[in-house]
């Protein structure tokens, strides 16, 4: 990807660049180092940069699997400290972890819990608070919320993280993750949703309307009673397995697709992860159990020993930033959520959120006031 194109993304980031523009003056950040552990594309390199006009010293590394080194090369050229390059090896991303909390940052900006995880095993006392991006980080530091003594805002938990990017971008950018990488059609397809959640829901939504036969597969039974009045076959598993030509797991939960599930599967069948974390689809002991052929960037055909031939995207990655030209979800749904972050971690640094806010949704008053931005700024109309 070009400089110039990561220009055009950044520079379609309408809130992100009203915000900078009213950083450059108010310098919230003047003086912090804000630590960041979030995909590195060019969508977050907006963050970044925004951050950085705010003041900040940056500090950041990407997640695994998912950083772009046009990205990277565009951020160290702007001063923003990178660590390490683009890497799938979990022991690698560790350790540039550790390098993001050597530079003791104020404040985190974290996106599946791992650098908050990382500074409850060797707290300092500097630490501000911070923001966590995801449904998966938030399980996570839940559970540690007693340790953590700092503010801890949670992006995903805010009504517009979960209806514009989970729902809407999130949905549309794994169909056209299947669409890139694939090349196959949707019409008439049987595809298998496992997870109705706030991302599963636009997940459905988007093959149903390219004329597949969606079956969703949820553990909740409320979410499951919800997706069948909304129109999706709720039946049986090993069933819906069986007959389908597409599964995608985005539960957030591990070991939802494993090796053992091989003899239900049709030849043909391809499995996706949209879930943050690679432990929902059984990957490598899939693509074990049988011959192994590249089938173009970011797809593997398991030719299995009775000749089914299964294919699997991205290892079993985050499906929507894998394979050839990743795009991710949308330039206006990252904005909104990114708008979030910024407002978020402003109000931490000016002591506006108080101690007691550990691991909560973003405050009402912040989700009001992006909202009006969008729509006053984007769509043009008055906010009401
Ligand atoms: N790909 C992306 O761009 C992207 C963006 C946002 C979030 N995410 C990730 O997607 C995942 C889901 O996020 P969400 O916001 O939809 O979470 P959510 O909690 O709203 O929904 C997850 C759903 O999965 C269900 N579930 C759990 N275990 C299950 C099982 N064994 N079988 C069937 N259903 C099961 C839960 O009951 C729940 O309804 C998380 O890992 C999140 O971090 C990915």
Redesign the pocket.
């Known amino acids: 990807m070009s400089a110039e194109r990561i220009e055009w993304v950044i520079s379609s980031c309408r809130l992100l660049a009203q915000i900078g523009d009213e950083f450059d003056d108010s310098q919230p950040f003047a003086g912090l180092t804000i630590g960041t552990g979030i995909h590195l594309e060019p969508k977050t390199a907006a963050l970044l940069v925004t951050l950085q006009r705010g003041g900040a010293r940056v500090v950041a590394t990407g997640n695994l699997n998912s950083t772009q080194p046009a990205t990277v090369e565009y951020l160290r050229a702007r001063g923003i400290g990178v660590i390490g390059e683009p890497t799938s090896d979990p022991v690698v991303h560790e350790a540039d972890l550790e390098g993001v909390l050597a530079a003791r940052p104020q404040l985190l900006l974290d996106n ?1 819990g791992d650098l908050f995880w990382h500074y409850l095993a060797a707290p300092y006392e500097v630490l501000l608070g911070g923001t966590e991006e ?4 938030r399980d996570r530091l839940t559970t540690r919320r007693g340790d953590l003594g700092v503010p801890v805002l949670v992006i ?1 938990d805010s009504p517009i993280k ?1 209806f514009a ?2 729902t809407h ?2 949905g549309q ?2 169909f056209e993750s299947y669409m890139r990488l694939t090349n196959r059609s949707t019409q008439g397809k049987r595809v298998v949703v ?8 636009g997940v459905a939504a988007n093959f149903r309307n390219a004329y597949a036969q969606v079956t969703v ?4 039974p409320v ?1 499951r009673l919800e997706a069948c009045l909304d129109g999706f076959d709720v039946s049986d598993r090993d069933d819906a397995l069986a007959a389908a030509d597409v599964i995608v797991t ?4 591990p ?2 697709l494993l090796a053992a599930d091989l003899p239900l599967l049709r030849t043909g069948a391809i499995l996706m992860n ?4 690679p432990h929902e689809i059984e990957a490598d002991a899939i693509l074990a159990a049988g011959r192994v052929d590249a089938a173009g960037p970011g797809l593997e055909t398991v030719t299995l020993p009775d000749g089914r031939r299964i294919h699997v995207a991205g290892r079993g990655h ?4 894998s394979g050839p030209s990743p795009l ?2 949308s330039i206006e749904s990252m904005d909104l959520g990114f708008a979030l972050q910024s407002r978020c971690l402003e109000a931490i640094a000016r002591g506006q959120v108080g101690g007691e806010s550990v691991v909560v949704p973003v405050p009402k008053a912040i989700d009001d006031a992006v909202a009006s931005a969008y729509l006053r700024q984007v769509v043009g109309v008055a906010a009401g």
């Open positions: 599946g995801t449904t998966s980080g995903n979960q990017e989970n971008a999130v950018s794994v496992f997870g109705y959640g706030s991302c599963g829901r597969l949820e553990a909740d979410k985005v539960t957030g939960a070991g939802i949209a879930g943050h974390f985050m499906v929507n930033l991710g979800n």
